[in-house]
């Protein structure tokens, strides 16, 4: 009888704990009242971004290469959800170069990034460093892109100037977004909140 109850008091419990946004796995080493956390809660609810193996999301640590191709690759599933098609997304491809890295965790993320000329360019160097962390200038280049895919952007000004001037990008402290500097996983998440703003509102 007292193990039926501690049962019910468990499950009880599971039950108010699964209904609470902060006792996700994701977000439990994440401050509840950082001013991210609503970004976080919905870009990780839509899949878009995950954590890490040990079940922490390590909002400080800087986005490495393939995490940021990973997060592109997983918002176009989600505006294809929402009927939102990339061109050339679907075109048969086979990359033919970059074979000694096939085996890493990104490489398939990448490939996609390459078919729908989100790199446009033969991105060796960006091939080999995968796990080296972006810049944002890297992550305002790829926003971009991703708005002129779906059309909602004209084709003149830079994409530094396009991802300032829409939002996109943090504003640091003293008023700049640094674009050279390397950019932390909590303000991806805020990014691609926002990113998701100007494609997909009604997410």
Same mark, same amino acid.
């Given at each position: 009888?007292?193990?039926?109850?501690?049962?019910?008091?468990?499950?009880?419990?599971?039950?108010?704990?699964?209904?609470?946004?902060?006792?996700?796995?994701?977000?439990?080493?994440?401050?509840?009242?950082?001013?991210?956390?609503?970004?976080?809660?919905?870009?990780?609810?839509?899949?878009?971004?995950?954590?890490?193996?040990?079940?922490? /999301?390590?909002?400080?640590?800087?986005?490495?290469?393939?995490?940021? /191709?990973?997060?592109?690759?997983?918002?176009?599933?989600?505006?294809?959800?929402?009927?939102?098609?990339?061109?050339?997304?679907?075109?048969? /491809?086979?990359?033919?170069?970059?074979?000694? @890295?096939?085996?890493?965790?990104?490489?398939?993320?990448?490939?996609?990034? @390459?078919?729908?000329?989100?790199?446009?360019?033969?991105?060796?160097?960006?091939?080999?460093?995968?796990?080296?962390?972006?810049?944002?200038?890297?992550?305002?280049? /790829?926003?971009?892109?991703?708005?002129?895919?779906?059309?909602?952007?004209?084709?003149?000004?830079?994409?530094?100037?396009?991802?300032?001037?829409?939002?996109?990008?943090?504003?640091?402290?003293?008023?700049?977004?640094?674009?050279?500097?390397?950019?932390?996983?909590?303000?991806?998440?805020?990014?691609?909140?926002?990113?998701?703003?100007?494609?997909?509102?009604?997410?």
């Amino acid at each position: 009888m007292r193990k039926l109850a501690i049962l019910i008091a468990l499950g009880a419990m599971l039950g108010v704990a699964a209904g609470a946004w902060a006792q996700d796995y994701i977000t439990q080493t994440v401050p509840p009242m950082a001013p991210y956390m609503h970004d976080l809660e919905r870009v990780y609810g839509l899949g878009v971004i995950m954590g890490h193996e040990d079940g922490t /999301f390590r909002p400080d640590d800087y986005v490495e290469r393939a995490e940021m /191709f990973c997060a592109f690759s997983r918002l176009i599933d989600v505006c294809r959800i929402q009927g939102l098609e990339l061109p050339r997304d679907y075109e048969p /491809f086979l990359v033919t170069y970059g074979r000694g @890295v096939r085996d890493h965790w990104g490489m398939e993320a990448w490939e996609r990034m @390459v078919k729908t000329y989100m790199i446009d360019r033969r991105p060796v160097p960006e091939l080999m460093d995968l796990d080296a962390p972006i810049k944002r200038i890297e992550f305002a280049q /790829f926003a971009v892109r991703l708005m002129r895919g779906y059309g909602v952007l004209p084709q003149d000004l830079t994409p530094a100037e396009i991802a300032i001037g829409d939002g996109i990008m943090v504003t640091q402290p003293d008023g700049f977004v640094h674009m050279q500097e390397a950019m932390p996983r909590w303000e991806m998440a805020v990014a691609l909140s926002r990113l998701l703003d100007r494609i997909a509102p009604t997410l």
